[in-house]
């Protein structure tokens, strides 16, 4: 099985820099998802990471470590529309396909 | 590009009864997915279809819930009887995967609106 651990919800100020972790524990690795939802809204496409290192996609970055099972998405110059939850989630090879297990998601509060 | 469509966005329904949703993936992606989100949680896996076969649907409770994708477009999951602990969103999401063993960009899943689902 699949266990993912973020935390459930941060706070943080107009214009600040964020830092939401993830930890993953799994077998088959094949690589991690990030992606924003906004409360009644579907899940959006962030990133995504499957080698170790740094993405940065305007805004926003993601960072995976297979090694260390860690991951984290770095949210520059805050807006208020980030307010938003951020799932974490592991694709992992079953056989079939590739099987994607979500974590249950950080919930960010943007604040003036 | 069309994204994936669902219907219907709302659905009110008693226990014991019957229940379908409809989704339509974005074109030429070949995996179909139905995921339940429960309010608070991340989403969870039901059924996972290549084309018109199954993946995985380890997570399906299979006396009540079904799925289909019979032209390896369209599917249907249906809920019958529907009970209290249903009531969740369905998100349907689509990917360009074709089922490779590595990981790469076209795992990348795109969702639909999602369904909301209410059992009184």
């Known amino acids: 099985g699949q266990n993912i651990d973020q935390p459930t919800e941060m706070t943080a100020t107009e214009g600040a820099i964020v830092q939401i972790n993830c930890t993953y524990q799994?077998?088959?690795?094949?690589?991690l998802f990030w992606y924003q939802q906004h409360a009644g809204e579907a899940p959006t496409f962030l990133s995504y990471n499957v080698l170790d290192g740094l993405e940065e996609k305007g805004r926003f970055s993601s960072f995976l470590s297979r090694s260390k099972g860690y991951s984290y998405l770095l949210l520059k110059e805050l807006q208020m529309k980030d307010s938003a939850s951020y799932l974490c989630?592991?694709?992992?090879?079953?056989?079939?396909?590739?099987?994607?297990?979500f974590g249950t998601g950080t919930q960010l509060k943007v604040e003036l | 590009e069309a994204g994936v469509a669902q219907s219907p966005r709302y659905k009110i329904i008693e226990k014991r009864q019957s229940v379908a949703f409809w989704c339509n993936p974005i074109?030429?992606?070949?995996?179909l997915y139905w995921y339940q989100q429960i309010l608070g949680q991340g989403p969870k896996l039901l059924i996972q279809?290549?084309?018109?076969?199954?993946?995985?649907d380890s997570q399906l409770p299979k006396d009540r819930f079904s799925a289909e994708r019979l032209k390896g477009v369209d599917s249907t999951l249906k809920i019958q009887p529907a009970k209290l602990e249903d009531s969740a969103v369905y998100l349907c999401a689509s990917s360009f995967a074709r089922g490779s063993s590595g990981g790469d960009s076209t795992d990348t899943q795109y969702f639909g609106p999602g369904t909301r689902l209410t059992v009184l």
């Open positions: 989630a592991v694709s992992a090879y079953t056989g079939g396909g590739n099987k994607l297990t």
């Open positions: 074109s030429g992606h070949a995996t």
């Open positions: 279809f290549q084309n018109n076969g199954v993946v995985d």
């Open positions: 799994t077998s088959g690795f094949n690589g």
